[in-house]
């Protein structure tokens, strides 16, 4: 078998962005498009101070979240552990992109040349438009590997068959070979050297490996802790601490907001039926509330035209399976509101159960995004999707005087629920906080706290009680609390989707040697530590 | 994967020398007739000290080729009046009738004589960084060379930019134009601000980088962690300018608290005139008979002359004994029985006061830090080991100490560099393997390798050409508008002298004559070559201004720039991947250039010229032809103008004198003649071979690395601890300048001294500051420095968006970079807007807080600044160039300055 790998020494590395340009020649990528590109991390205080340069890009790992998640069987690993990317296949949703810790991915929507609108005669020799719109990464020059095994060329010595990155590399700090091989280049030097793998907790098992001590060093006892902002050192770096992912935005969200709320109120209109509520409206309103989320992904993605490829990717992917199940879903519901089957109905709204949890599960599997990948997100997506569901049928019942008669026990209803998603959100949070998060995103969603309880559990409980106890107001008092809860819901999602999603960032466990000495302390840039 | 249709693709080898580390090779990937990818040239790796590789600017030549901001056709001036804020009116003429213009305006200041009524050239010419233009200027050298007398003076960024001092002393004591460790042999380097890994090139990153994976033992001193200082394994934060005091400590530690035994006795003995005895005047006795040194020799107890065999020279030790003195103007005085001690034993007596606690104080370093890196210095010296190179044995001694430039040019620049070649000679580490090494030479000739220079001079040291100071001799008019020859007797007088002179004194005499020299005129025509004076080099403002006043101004235009836009006549060259020339590589070269190969590499045009873009070589012919000056400009190329001799003991490709001849064959019989040239005459391949192979070369013998081997061989010196020489020559230059009236070097003439004192340069800074700007330099708390970037350095790049683009992964660039702590307590917060004001001008730019930097320090990388340079007036980028003021009162005795200056930072609005 063959593994190719990637192996950076941390000791060599200088920083100098050949690679970087390199890449963007050998791959014609667009400006600012960096495949590969070389961190610069400085930590410690004054005057004890250490500043280290980190290759990074695609990490082609074995277990490669990207490929999981791609609903469309776009990305895919090779044999030989190389990820790869079917651009006739991507579908644009960048669900990888949101999935990958390594921020590794990019999508490029449309034409950009290093000096404006006009294009140089090189860009032009090297337009790529298979590129627009869909997902794009370090391919560790494939065409080159496989160019070169099927001419007998050794990728990783030869240069034709290396990696373009590699071949450039100044300080040699890149190289490039077989892992599988005992005697290659790459196999040699992790023998040699002490060396560690990105973000190796999140289980990825990249094939991109640093160097950062020789390997008949004594045991670094001395490694000084960890630094993380707060601490008591300080860093500073350019893009190395997470950053806010742009790909899922406000149309994004909106499928969160819509699919949540309209499976949420699906959910309650059938329990409501079986207490004689006419389902007909409410189940339409929720279909159509659905319906907009899905519509407005039609809209972000980046080749809308390939929507269908979604439903390719069932056996691994959530959105694949969201996908199926929404397509499960709206003609079981159809078919339950025309029969009047109420078992119809259940079954209808069970799918909704269903979609509601693959909307969970599309977040926890975001591994790129610390604040998604929580599992305890999923408890909140689910919980929040009925609160806000119960809250707008109490907005329905408000207008619609059959739906009425349930405005008392959906009110009761609505704060059981809010309870519930109260807790469900405390105990992500305390998740969040216990096991490490972006800065930024702890900040924000500590700025959310007071309004998020107050408007999304002690108003709508007021307003629950008052409308208990003053029966002639209930009606508009139990809307509002609906309202209130429906809100808070939505804004708090709103703003996990995009404001809060900033994305895992780059750490290095260790820092290296240079020449002599022992490696210096772990530093992970703009996350708050346990 | 790009593209459906399988392009047409060739590859093309060529080379990069953009920067003073270069040359790179490398390969063009060419597809449909377009340049789209840089390679490096594989076939290159076991020649090549950087394995073929070529370095991140080279990868901006693509777009440097296609930009479409780039000047494609001769344009003139219509706007007669020029400045900053002229339009100049360039408007698009032919070839014809823009090399008619300049040639026009050489032939009428031709006809007016070379030279002007003040006796400077009536052509100037200004090329841009460490004569890497030449590279590219094809046969342009010979043109000039033809013409005859051209000011070169009118810097563009030397003596500020530049290791100047080490040019000047390093060429003295060990050929050492620039100076590196020994890296591939090297265990510990005391690096002073040496940006290797920025500055060093391709060459220089894989030395280094193989060398800390042996375990090679890095300390960067300096006041920021720049790249290198992160690639070291130590970072000790010095105060700015104040590095002679660090190294006058480890030279008193070395002397005053270390066993004598564990130097290099004898070395010191040997190979420096450590033993030479000193008179009551400063200067060696001598032996009366001979007039050579004396040293006393220990065996026969009595002086004998240092090249007496088989004695025992005293290092230490009074002794009595006859002699003479050779002081200034030969003037000789007569000692019988004096009381005399060897210049050891002076140095000893001289250093002992600078203890590291003195220079803690200075430096703000701890002693504790100054006292245990020069013992680990020593430890790591192997005192007494040799190695066999090339079947000679020689000492080795893996211990060396590099500058960066601000250390190593203006006051203090002498002052270091004396200590930095004196202390690798305590233990025997100067210029031997793995030690302290000079590079290359271009004040000494022949420049061919730095062993041919060595010829033997007075007192057992090597010759030396400095410029007469005898009362005769001495020129006291000056042949350029720097003066350099006047005033500055180390620059010598080779081709690169003009450049390595006073230059900016170029530009200040421009604004206001200096008392007693001639009157400093404009020159008729300035031609302006790959570089941007009005950018680059310092108090821009005032050279913008003057460079406006010239009467005529021919700029070689990628694009239009700053100083360009005073020009009379833009002309558009084929860029660096467009025109043909051949070039030397190897040997020994700048900064880390160690090659054991030396030979030729070919710049083959990798894609046909944009627009009406010409190439170098056919401007050059033109203007020969037109000018009248073809057949010298024909027997220049022939002598050797285009970088080789056309005619040697074994073969004659000499060009017709009489004719015009083209591009391609005027390279074709330099690739002939190369080719003899490797070959011994055997082979005469021409450019169809050197188009299809790239390069050529033949063995470079490792011995010639190292001076060591050479002196031994011509039983030669080092001209260490005592600089006697320069004493004399020091107290001969007064005497011709105060007879000439002049009184305003003074101040530098105070540099030659025979063992350097320390200077209080902070002071020196502040009272030059106060006393021409009247300031309170309380107000200016802060050293604003530089420092060099791997991407833009020297590469004329600024307007390349991919360097733009790849540069902004590095933190700092384009901003200004200030301590976190100190900026708290400014209220200062990381993208803040501030303004950086010196005495002279101020700058605006953000602030990057880093903790890697000392409080009293500010950094602005590279140089910005451009208000007219396409792309890059965009950048809004801070520079430091326009507040860094000309002072005579800042220039030191060999004409240069440090590039730093007091400053004061105001927040102008809060970061978005």
């Known amino acids: ?530 | 994967m790009p593209g459906s249709k399988p392009p047409q693709e060739r590859t093309v080898s060529t080379y990069c020398y953009q920067c003073v580390a270069g040359p790179d090779l490398l390969t063009v990937r060419v597809q449909d007739g377009v340049a789209t990818e840089i390679n490096p040239n594989f076939k290159a790796a076991a020649i090549h000290p950087g394995g073929g590789k070529a370095c991140v600017k080279a990868f901006g030549l693509v777009q440097k080729a296609y930009s479409p901001n780039r000047v494609l056709y001769p344009m003139k001036r219509t706007n007669p009046k020029k400045g900053r804020h002229e339009d100049p009116g360039f408007v698009r003429i032919s070839w014809d009738e823009a090399l008619d213009l300049v040639a026009d305006k050489m032939k009428a200041a031709r006809a007016a004589g070379l030279t002007d009524e003040s006796g400077f050239p009536r052509l100037a010419a200004s090329f841009g960084g460490g004569g890497t233009p030449t590279a590219y200027m094809g046969t342009l050298p010979a043109f000039l060379s033809a013409w005859g007398p051209v000011d070169l003076s009118f810097g563009s960024g030397q003596g500020v930019k530049c290791t100047h001092s080490e040019h000047l002393y390093g060429e003295l004591w060990h050929r050492a134009f620039t100076v590196c460790p020994d890296t591939p042999l090297c265990d510990y380097v005391l690096s002073f601000g040496a940006n290797v890994e920025a500055s060093g090139g391709v060459c220089g990153v894989k030395r280094h980088a193989d060398a800390r994976s042996r375990g090679m033992k890095r300390v960067q001193i300096e006041p920021h962690l720049s790249i290198t200082g992160a690639c070291s394994a130590e970072w000790i934060p010095i105060k700015p300018k104040t590095d002679s005091a660090f190294l006058f400590a480890m030279i008193h530690v070395l002397l005053h608290e270390i066993a004598r035994e564990k130097l290099d006795i004898p070395f010191l003995k040997q190979r420096t005139s450590s033993p030479y005895l000193i008179g009551a005047n400063g200067f060696f006795l001598r032996d009366p008979e001979t007039q050579k040194p004396l040293v006393f020799d220990l065996a026969t107890k009595r002086a004998v002359p240092f090249d007496t065999a088989g004695i025992d020279p005293a290092l230490e030790g009074a002794f009595t004994v006859d002699g003479i003195e050779i002081g200034p103007d030969q003037e000789i005085a007569t000692h019988t029985a004096a009381a005399v001690t060897p210049a050891f034993a002076h140095l000893v007596a001289h250093v002992k006061s600078y203890s590291p606690e003195w220079a803690a104080a200075i430096c703000d370093v701890p002693a504790a830090a100054i006292r245990r890196v020069t013992n680990e210095f020593l430890a790591h010296a192997r005192v007494g080991e040799t190695i066999e190179i090339e079947g000679m044995t020689l000492p080795f001694r893996p211990v060396a100490i590099a500058f960066g430039k601000t250390v190593n040019n203006g006051w203090g620049g002498y002052e270091c560099c004396w200590a930095r070649t004196l202390i690798p000679c305590l233990v025997g580490a100067l210029d031997v393997p793995g030690g302290t090494l000079g590079t290359t030479v271009r004040l000494n000739r022949p420049a061919d390798n730095r062993w041919s220079s060595v010829k033997p001079g007075p007192d057992g040291f090597m010759y030396y050409p400095m410029n007469p100071t005898g009362k005769d001799d001495w020129i006291s008019r000056p042949t350029a508008r720097s003066a350099h020859r006047t005033l500055v007797p180390l620059v010598a007088n080779s081709a690169w002298s003009q450049a390595l002179g006073p230059t900016h004194m170029a530009w200040m005499m421009q604004k206001e004559d200096l008392d007693h020299l001639p009157h400093a005129t404009p020159p008729d025509v300035w031609i302006v070559y790959r570089t941007n004076p009005a950018i680059s080099f310092w108090d821009t403002k005032a050279v913008g201004e003057t460079m406006a006043k010239f009467p005529f101004t021919v700029c070689f235009a990628m694009t239009r720039d700053e100083t360009n836009h005073v020009a009379d006549v833009l002309l558009p060259d084929c860029t660096d991947l467009e025109g043909l020339q051949l070039m030397r590589i190897g040997g020994t070269k700048y900064i880390e250039q160690f090659w054991d190969h030396q030979g030729f590499a070919l710049r083959d045009p990798a894609v046909p010229p944009q627009g009406e873009a010409k190439d170098f070589t056919w401007i050059a012919t033109e203007l020969a032809r037109r000018t009248g000056l073809l057949k010298e400009y024909n027997i220049a190329i022939n002598r050797g103008g285009a970088d080789v001799k056309l005619k040697g003991e074994n073969y004659d490709f000499s060009l017709d004198v009489t004719k015009v001849h083209s591009v391609e064959d005027i390279w074709d019989a330099s690739c002939r003649a190369a080719s003899a040239e490797l070959t011994d005459g055997v082979e005469t391949q021409g450019l169809d071979w050197f188009r299809a192979n790239g390069f050529r070369v033949k063995p470079f013998s490792r011995l010639m690395w190292y001076l060591y081997p050479k002196l031994v061989e011509q039983n030669l010196r080092f001209e260490q601890p005592y600089q006697e020489r320069l004493l004399r020559i020091g107290k001969e230059l007064e005497r011709r300048l105060h007879e000439h009236g002049i009184t305003w070097w003074d101040k530098q003439l105070a540099e030659y001294e025979a063992l350097p004192h320390w200077r209080d340069l902070g002071a020196l800074w502040e009272d030059a500051l106060t006393k021409h700007f009247q300031v309170q330099i309380g107000d200016h708390p802060f050293w604003l420095i530089t420092s060099r970037s791997m991407q833009y350095s020297w590469g004329n790049n600024v307007g390349i968006q991919l360097i733009k683009e790849v540069a902004d992964n590095v933190m700092g660039h384009g901003s200004v970079v200030m301590n976190e702590s100190a900026a708290e307590k400014l209220g200062i917060a990381d993208g803040d807007l501030v303004e950086v004001s010196s005495p002279l001008n101020s700058t605006k730019g953000k602030v990057t807080l880093r903790e890697g930097i000392r409080p009293d320090t500010l950094l602005i990388i590279g140089q910005f600044d451009h208000w007219v340079t396409p792309y890059a007036k965009d950048f809004h980028a801070p520079s430091m160039n326009a507040l860094v003021p000309m002072l005579l009162d800042l220039t030191d005795a060999t004409g240069s300055s440090a590039d730093l200056v007091k400053v004061k930072i105001t927040r102008l609005e809060k970061a978005a």
């Not at chain 1, 400006?31 to 400085?42: G, S």
């Not at chain 1, 979240?65 to 090779?78: E, F, G, L, Q, Y």
Request: hydrophobic share 50%.
């Open chain 1, 1 to 530: 078998m063959t593994r190719w790998a990637m192996v950076a020494d941390l000791e060599r590395c200088v920083g100098c962005q050949t690679c970087t340009a390199a890449c963007r020649h050998a791959n014609a990528t667009s400006p600012a498009v960096q495949w590969r590109k070389v961190l610069d991390i400085e930590a410690g205080s004054f005057p004890n101070v250490n500043r280290t340069f980190v290759p990074v890009g695609c990490q082609h790992c074995a277990d490669p979240p990207c490929m999981h998640v791609c609903p469309s069987t776009a990305t895919r690993k090779r044999p030989d552990g190389i990820v790869t990317i079917d651009y006739d296949i991507c579908i644009g949703c960048a669900y990888c992109d949101v999935a990958c810790p390594y921020q590794a991915r990019f999508k490029v929507t449309k034409e950009d040349f290093a000096y404006g609108a006009e294009a140089m005669q090189n860009e032009i020799e090297r337009e790529i438009s298979e590129r627009l719109g869909v997902a794009q990464k370090c391919t560790f020059c494939s065409d080159r590997i496989d160019f070169g095994i099927d001419n007998g060329l050794a990728p990783g010595s030869d240069p034709r068959a290396t990696p373009a990155c590699v071949n450039a590399c100044i300080a040699d700090a890149l190289q490039f070979g077989d892992l599988d091989d005992a005697n290659s280049n790459v196999s040699r030097l992790l023998r040699e050297h002490k060396s560690f793998r990105m973000h190796a907790e999140l289980g990825t098992e990249p094939g991109f490996h640093y160097l950062y001590d020789k390997a008949a060093a004594a045991p670094a006892a001395d490694i000084k802790p960890a630094l993380s902002d707060g601490q008591a050192g300080r860093m500073r770096t350019r893009g190395v601490e997470p950053w806010h992912q742009k790909h899922w935005d406000w149309k994004a969200s909106g499928n969160f907001l819509c699919g949540g709320a309209g499976a949420g109120l699906l959910g309650v209109v059938t329990i409501a039926s079986f207490f004689g509520i006419p389902a007909l409206l409410p189940a339409l309103a929720a279909l159509a509330i659905i319906a907009c989320g899905l519509g407005l992904l039609i809209f972000k993605i980046g080749r809308p035209w390939r929507f269908m490829y979604v439903l390719r990717q069932p056996q691994r992917s959530w959105m694949s399976r969201e996908a199926w199940v929404a397509g499960l879903l709206f003609p079981l519901a159809l078919v339950a509101l025309w029969s009047g089957n109420r078992n119809v109905l259940v079954a209808a709204a069970i799918v909704g159960l269903i979609f509601l949890f693959c909307q969970g599960m599309i977040l926890e599997q975001s591994k790129g995004i610390p604040a998604w990948r929580n599992p305890r997100v999923i408890a909140l997506i689910m919980a929040t999707g009925f609160a806000e569901g119960c809250g707008l049928f109490l907005l329905l019942a408000a207008f619609l005087p059959a739906m009425a008669v349930a405005a008392k026990p959906a009110a009761i209803a609505l704060a059981a629920l809010a309870l519930i998603r109260i807790w469900t959100w405390w105990r992500y949070l305390a998740a969040l906080e216990s096991g490490g998060a972006p800065t930024r995103t702890l900040e924000i969603f500590t700025a959310c706290r007071m309004w998020f309880f107050a408007g999304g559990l002690v108003l709508p409980l007021a307003l629950v009680a008052a409308g208990l106890i003053v029966p002639v107001a209930a009606a508009v008092l139990f809307a509002l609390a609906g309202l209130s809860v429906f809100a808070t819901g939505w804004a708090v999602k709103f703003i996990l989707i995009t404001r809060a999603a900033y994305n895992q960032g780059f750490a290095l466990p260790h820092t290296p040697i240079r020449g002599s000495g022992v490696p210096g302390p772990a530093v992970k840039p703009g996350w708050t530590s346990p």
